[in-house]
């Protein structure tokens, strides 16, 4: 069964400076997708950004951005320019490219980001 | 237009009561998903329906029975509510073979006392 873990339960920032958020995980698959999620104080879950494992190249939205590292499965997440709204509970998630019983998302225990100025 | 809605967003109710939390997409996905968040904020599956049918049904209590009713739709209902339900509960759908990206409901946060 496929493990996800974060190892920061919480991370602080100042306003404009950079952060990176931490994620490992465990698979014995080769292809699958990783994401992040936002959980602001509102809760919604908010889909962040995403990654195939079969892309080499990190992905990229905007002031996110991976670092993902198949051979020693980690999946960082970095925020740059840090703004007040990125102040959430992160999520990192495994996901296998098998449908039916396979198709669940595995969530990390999530990284608290406090954002201060 | 939200994309996929959970009615009601907050329910509070006693212990012993039976009580349904309804869930309706408006993305077309054929897969939809029940997902239970503790006080920790652990997240983890509950359930999940492809086209009406059940294809996930981790180890739940079996007071916890999803219905879909059409692939729009999937609906929770908790017999016989424990304390140790509160949490919240989210829904959430996907399009398999596709982006393989799970979008939200925005929770209902259940309290039992």
């Known amino acids: 069964a496929q493990t996800v873990t974060q190892s920061q339960p919480e991370m602080s920032v100042q306003e404009a400076e950079t952060v990176t958020l931490s994620c490992t995980y465990d698979?014995?698959?080769?292809?699958?997708?990783l994401f992040w999620y936002k959980q602001p104080p509102s809760r919604q879950m908010i889909l962040v950004i995403r990654?195939?494992?079969?892309?080499?190249q990190n992905a990229t939205e905007n002031r996110f951005s991976v670092n993902f590292q198949k051979a020693a499965k980690s999946f960082s997440l970095k925020i740059s320019d840090s703004q007040l709204g990125d102040a959430a509970m992160y999520f990192c998630a495994y996901r296998s490219p098998l449908t039916g019983t396979a198709s669940k998302l595995t969530f990390g225990t999530g990284t608290r980001l406090q954002v201060t100025l | 237009d939200t994309a996929v809605s959970q009615t009601p967003k907050y329910l509070v109710t006693q212990m012993g009561n039976d009580k349904s939390i309804k869930c309706e997409q408006n993305l077309g996905h054929d897969t939809m998903y029940w997902y239970k968040q503790d006080s920790k904020k652990f997240l983890k599956i509950m359930f999940s329906y492809n086209n009406k049918e059940l294809i996930i049904n981790e180890t739940v209590p079996n007071r916890f029975s999803p219905k879909s009713p059409d692939k729009a739709h999937l609906n929770l209902h908790i017999n016989s509510l424990e304390l140790g339900d509160s949490a919240v509960y989210f829904c959430?759908?996907?399009?398999?073979?596709?982006?393989?990206?799970?979008?939200f409901g925005p929770g209902t946060r259940l309290t039992v006392t």
């Open positions: 698979t014995s698959e080769s292809d699958y997708y």
């Open positions: 990654q195939e494992a079969y892309k080499q």
């Open positions: 959430a759908s996907s399009q398999e073979g596709h982006s393989y990206e799970q979008y």
